[in-house]
């Protein structure tokens, strides 16, 4: 633009301005450098705009992967402060960010482009959307006079991605596009979050605009209930203070809603043991006398054992998964259920609530802290989990002559980083190792697919997670083999930002959580599961410009581990594990949580 | 190989059991008599802003759910940039109240209630009949207040108004003379009186509808 427009007044309406021209494309770029620092360049594009949107909300990273009908955006975001990760496949993009909004609590920008750019996004879409992750996908799209055609990298992204995001727009006015963005934002992280989308045409980007986004604002129809009813407050009080054997459940709503802290209090305050679900991992210290650590298919027997026999649960920020629950016929059934959360539609949608307090996590615990004066009579209650928390002790053997147990390398890790190290994770067996054998005890600390599962998440969520974590925090990803093949391009971005992070591939030629299935319900019968040979992931790390590591003995594993912590920017381990190790305990699916089997004759 | 050892502790026979159980909607039951809820029909009104993609949402939430919907209807309204979505559908009651919670959540939602069992529903049909015996089916047509909109020599077609059960009587009435075809619009409705169809709902009562007992309200219209 050979001028600058004027700035834009926030009192005009935003929907019927219609001088906008749409059809020319912006002719050059801004004449002149803004010299100062306080007033920022007014936008002249759709694109600028989007971008604006972004600086405005305070962004500071992006992940993305460029193409034909995103440029116009890549190329506002060329002058703009924000750090821009050029990833090397979409689907490593959706994770970073979903991991950057789990470690931050803001939201994780990902860009792709139209077509199988925003189709190679949705399984990171799908994942934020089970695990209520903030992230904003902004994806390119054909100009809007060729959609419905059929185009070149044409996809109905809003019409694909409908059932794995929050919302989603697509935006088709130049001067709407960038509160599209805002807005998008706000929904993101307000309320429940979760992904967002804004599909952007390229001619919208393209077009001429000088207005300004508006502030991240959810609108009018999108209302939040902040506090609980008191009355139900009161009564779920009454009932916490008649209890004989409660338990409090934590799950990922807690670590959202910054509600660690006050769940903590109120815990230790009246000595009620805590459980954690997967997501939840983190809100409680783990090494505190009343940790039950994590319950479900592969939670520990002790955790397990206090949710199968509480006579009142307070569950908060949960959406009692089936992977938690186990059969529903079983679950906590003596329990009756005090269900903190935000989203009205989980109440009562899995387990029924009779206590059902909607509101954010941090002010309903608190809230409910008010409401209770004297601590549950339950000595003798936390004396029987004391003793489930021996009786069903994770001990495991690991001797000598056998190969490595990954239950060992876990704890290893765990040992070398510090407290706040950020641990992510693929997805199958080298998780469940990874939420047992690690001792967590700081919220969003703990990074990985929970509800859908992804296996590939885990190296690009460290990518994210790096950006987000503070210096001092060491960024670990445990992956298993079949993870890592998934998406092990992603060392690329890693080298060349290179990051400080440290990959430990839990290596056992399998995609172990099926050959652990197979042996158990399928005869054996390792169909598809045994990779028998698998690349030499040290080697691979060599050509990409990481550093490798190989241990396949125990006496090399405290060396190797600090080795590869020292290093300063990306480096695998591959740890040749024993391929036979199994995940312990075991809730069959749709099973009782209180009949765990702790060896496969028990299953 | 060896296998994996596991871990130890008391076997599963070895454990203590709880004496409680849910049913498979997560209510906690008397073991002795295995309580169920039955599926009712009910209709439920949503107002909406009138914007591409909210028939899709709204369908899309149904399919993917796996609510049971028997018919929807939508509409402009007397609001500019409003719309009236109408839904029979047919669930058990924790269902009913999922299907409203799952709906407010959709960003394009202004209200949405499920209307009493004395609401105002209404449907219309056409349906077409062969006209071989012309004074039986004006008989039949009177009979059902229907109107005649189109005739020929060997066709009449009907217009039918009313509740689901009238429309029903009277395409099973019509069939003696041989239907040609029929098309239905589903069921809309308004709630009587000065009951609002769909007062904005205030966000504390989607707490208190989660905790209500549920009750069997008889329900036909």
């Known amino acids: 633009m050979s001028e600058r427009a004027p700035p834009v007044t926030a009192t005009e309406e935003q929907h019927d301005d219609q001088e906008t021209t749409r059809e020319e494309p912006p002719e050059s770029a801004a004449t002149e450098e803004s010299t100062t620092d306080a007033e920022p360049t007014p936008v002249t594009t759709g694109a600028e705009s989007v971008v604006r949107a972004l600086e405005n909300a305070g962004v500071e990273h992006a992940f993305g992967v460029q193409g034909g009908a995103i440029m116009p955006v890549y190329d506002a975001l060329y002058d703009s402060e924000i750090h821009h990760v050029t990833m090397a496949h979409e689907q490593g993009a959706s994770h970073a960010a979903d991991a950057y909004g789990i470690v931050s609590g803001e939201p994780g920008i990902c860009l792709a482009t139209s077509g199988p750019g925003a189709t190679n996004l949705v399984t990171g879409l799908a994942d934020a959307d089970m695990d209520s992750d903030p992230v904003v996908a902004l994806t390119g799209q054909v100009p809007t006079e060729f959609v419905g055609n059929d185009a070149f990298q044409e996809t109905d992204t809003t019409g694909v991605t409908m059932p794995v995001t929050k919302t989603n727009t697509f935006s088709s006015e130049p001067d709407r596009v960038g509160t599209d963005v805002s807005e998008a934002f706000a929904l993101a992280s307000e309320g429940r979050p979760g992904p967002t989308l804004v599909d952007l045409p390229k001619d919208v980007t393209n077009a001429e605009t000088d207005r300004e986004p508006d502030e991240p604002r959810t609108p009018d129809t999108y209302e939040v209930q902040q506090r609980a009813d008191p009355e139900f407050v009161d009564a779920a009080a009454e009932r916490v203070e008649g209890s004989q054997r409660p338990v409090m459940l934590l799950g990922g709503g807690v670590i959202k809603a910054e509600a660690s802290e006050v769940c903590r209090e109120f815990a230790i305050e009246h000595e009620i043991p805590v459980v954690t679900t997967m997501p939840g991992i983190g809100a409680f210290p783990e090494d505190h006398e009343l940790s039950m650590e994590m319950a479900g298919m592969h939670g520990t027997g002790y955790a397990n054992m206090a949710v199968t026999h509480c006579d009142t649960m307070i569950a908060v920020g949960t959406r009692f998964d089936d992977r938690l629950t186990g059969g529903i016929e079983t679950f906590a059934p003596d329990a009756e259920i005090i269900h903190v959360d935000i989203d009205p539609a989980e109440i009562s949608k899995n387990i029924h609530a009779d206590y059902p307090l909607v509101g954010d996590a941090d002010t309903v615990v608190s809230q409910l802290a008010e409401a209770v004066e004297e601590s549950p009579q339950a000595t003798k209650w936390r004396a029987q989990c004391q003793q489930w928390k021996s009786d069903y002790s994770m001990a495991y053997e690991a001797p000598e002559d056998e190969p490595i147990k990954p239950q060992f390398v876990v704890e290893a890790l765990d040992e070398a980083t510090s407290d706040r190290a950020v641990v992510t994770t693929g997805v199958g067996q080298h998780q469940m190792w990874a939420c047992q054998y690690w001792t967590y005890t700081e919220p969003r600390t703990w990074v990985s697919s929970h509800g859908l599962g992804a296996m590939g998440y885990g190296l690009p969520a460290a990518i994210g997670a790096r950006f987000a974590a503070d210096d001092d925090q060491e960024v670990v990803c445990i992956d298993g083999d079949g993870s890592f093949l998934m998406t092990l391009q992603g060392l690329s971005v890693a080298v060349r930002e290179n990051l400080d992070i440290t990959v430990a591939v839990l290596n056992n030629e399998y995609i172990g959580m099926v050959r652990q299935w197979q042996d158990a319900f399928f005869d054996g019968r390792h169909s598809a599961s045994d990779y028998g040979w698998m690349p030499e992931f040290d080697t691979l790390a060599e050509a990409f410009g990481a550093e490798g590591f190989r241990i396949d003995d125990y006496d090399e594993v405290a060396d190797t581990i600090d080795a590869a912590l020292a290093y300063d920017g990306p480096s695998v381990i591959d740890v040749h594990i024993d391929p036979q190790a199994n995940v312990y305990p075991m809730v069959p699916s749709g099973g009782d949580n209180g009949q765990f089997a702790l060896t496969e004759d028990q299953l | ?221």
Do not use: C, W
């Open chain 2, 1 to 221: 190989m060896t296998r994996d050892q596991g871990l130890d502790g008391p076997a599963p026979d070895e454990r203590p059991t709880p004496a409680g159980r849910r049913n498979k909607q997560g209510i906690r039951i008397d073991p002795e008599v295995e309580a169920r809820h039955e599926p009712r029909r009910t209709v439920i009104s949503a107002l909406v802003e009138h914007e591409p993609g909210v028939l899709a949402e709204v369908s899309g939430l149904f399919s993917r759910r796996q609510f049971n919907i028997e018919s929807l209807t939508v509409g402009p309204t007397d609001e500019d940039g409003r719309a009236r979505i109408t839904l029979v559908v047919e669930e058990p009651d924790p269902g009913i109240d999922q299907i409203k919670k799952q709906l407010r959540k959709l960003l394009p939602a202004i209200a949405v209630r499920e209307l009493e069992p004395d609401a105002m529903r209404r449907e219309l049909a056409l349906v077409k009949v062969n006209a071989e015996r012309p004074d039986q089916v004006a008989a039949v047509a009177d009979m059902y207040d229907a109107k005649t909109v189109d005739s020929s020599p060997q066709t009449a077609t009907f217009e039918i108004t009313g509740a689901r059960q009238k429309i029903e009587a009277a395409i099973e009435t019509f069939s003696q003379f041989g239907i040609r075809e029929i098309a239905r619009t589903g069921t809309t409705a308004l709630a009587r009186g000065t009951d609002d169809t769909a007062a904005p709902t205030p966000p504390e009562s989607s707490a208190s509808e989660a905790n209500q007992q549920y009750t069997q309200p008889a329900d036909d219209d």
